[in-house]
């Protein structure tokens, strides 16, 4: 364990089993309570993310190419996210089966290749994942995320949101990639040979709060995974140059939430912390995984004291089990293949009901 954090910004985490009301805060004590606080957190977040359209376009799904691998199939899909917005995914799956696949949604991390690295990622076997859990019985959908892969534009720079702003000027790019995961499962949901009773979703780095996100606003989305993928705000006092806790709202490049930056400006508590977005997963199945020498989210020190708070909430409500926190003694560029699949095999190789409460 790292030597105790220097902590730039001092707000505490604020308590998830309180909620504000018109005549002070009232304690969570039943499950009609827990919704309150739950709505109180979806509205604080999205007013860092921005809000999600209101409508939903055709998704004009088409078969680009259809490749064998050994004994899995590859197919290139393309959908409609927003008019005049297509994606490309990788959709893979065993080429034989008897029954509806369970399916994992592969979100890339920060790469300009995007969906590419989910199947083909030099140096890194261990993240294709669109090409290892097909395998195991599990078919894999990794679409390319805005400004990379295969959606950078022909005067545009790979990472470059620039563009994405200057049409969206209320949104943020992490809402956007939030929205085109739902699209994902959309998409998922015309596949007769998915049981989209058991979706999840995983990812590395960016992929790590993609996953996130999606699962937070996405309720079909059942099990989820995130690697490396947050730290706290309050605990974010990563001193690289690239990587300072306003990465969440730089200047430039990948611009995540502009609506976050007042806050860091500032230095006054954002809406919510990271023990809150978590908590819209509950009751569902969530596994973070973190690394004590990450480079990209340096002070660790923050996770466990953020995760144990979400893992609390999972404890009242009867299911500890469906929550879970690995630390690592490692740096960002790791990734824990056996803990992360293993769980997506735990959760979604059978149906499980959603229970639990106060």
């Not at 899909?77 to 065993?94: K, N």
């Not at 199945?285 to 979400?310: K, Y």
């Not at 690995?326 to 959603?354: T, V």
């Amino acid at each position: 364990m790292p030597d105790q954090p220097v902590i730039r910004y001092h707000w505490p985490f604020k308590d998830l089993f309180q909620y504000e009301s018109p005549t002070g805060p009232v304690a969570v004590r039943m499950a009609a309570d827990w919704e309150i606080r739950r709505a109180q957190i979806e509205r604080a977040l999205l007013s860092l993310l921005g809000p999600f359209p209101l409508r939903r376009c055709a998704l004009e799904p088409s078969v680009r190419a259809e490749e064998q691998h050994d004994s899995l199939i590859r197919r290139t899909v393309e959908y409609s996210v927003e008019p005049g917005d297509r994606v490309r995914a990788y959709l893979t799956f065993p080429e034989r089966f008897d029954a509806p696949l369970p399916v994992v949604l592969a979100l890339h991390g920060t790469c300009a290749g995007g969906k590419e690295y989910c199947w083909n990622c030099p140096g890194y076997p261990d993240m294709e994942t669109a090409r290892i859990l097909p395998s195991h019985g599990f078919a894999v959908l990794a679409p390319d995320g805005p400004v990379m892969g295969e959606r950078v534009g022909p005067h545009q720079s790979v990472f470059d949101t620039r563009p994405f702003y200057e049409t969206n000027p209320g949104w943020s790019i992490l809402g956007k990639y939030a929205y085109e995961a739902s699209r994902a499962v959309d998409y998922l949901e015309t596949l007769d040979f998915i049981d989209t009773g058991r979706i999840g979703a995983l990812g590395h780095s960016l992929g790590g709060h993609w996953t996130i996100m999606a699962a937070a606003f996405d309720e079909r989305i059942f099990a989820s995974a995130s690697s490396c993928g947050f730290i706290p705000f309050r605990t974010d006092c990563n001193v690289a140059p690239f990587n300072s806790p306003s990465r969440w709202a730089r200047d430039e490049g990948f611009l995540y939430m502009p609506a976050l930056a007042r806050y860091y400006r500032e230095d006054t508590p954002p809406p919510c912390d990271w023990h809150e977005i978590l908590a819209l997963l509950f009751p569902r199945p969530f596994l973070n995984v973190s690394g004590w020498h990450d480079d990209c989210f340096q002070d660790a020190s923050g996770i466990p004291e953020c995760c144990d708070l979400t893992a609390e909430l999972y404890a009242r409500m009867g299911l500890p089990e469906r929550f879970s926190n690995f630390m690592y003694s490692g740096p960002h560029d790791h990734f824990e293949a056996d803990i992360i699949y293993g769980w997506m095999a735990r959760w979604l190789k059978h149906k499980i009901a959603l229970t639990g409460g106060f």
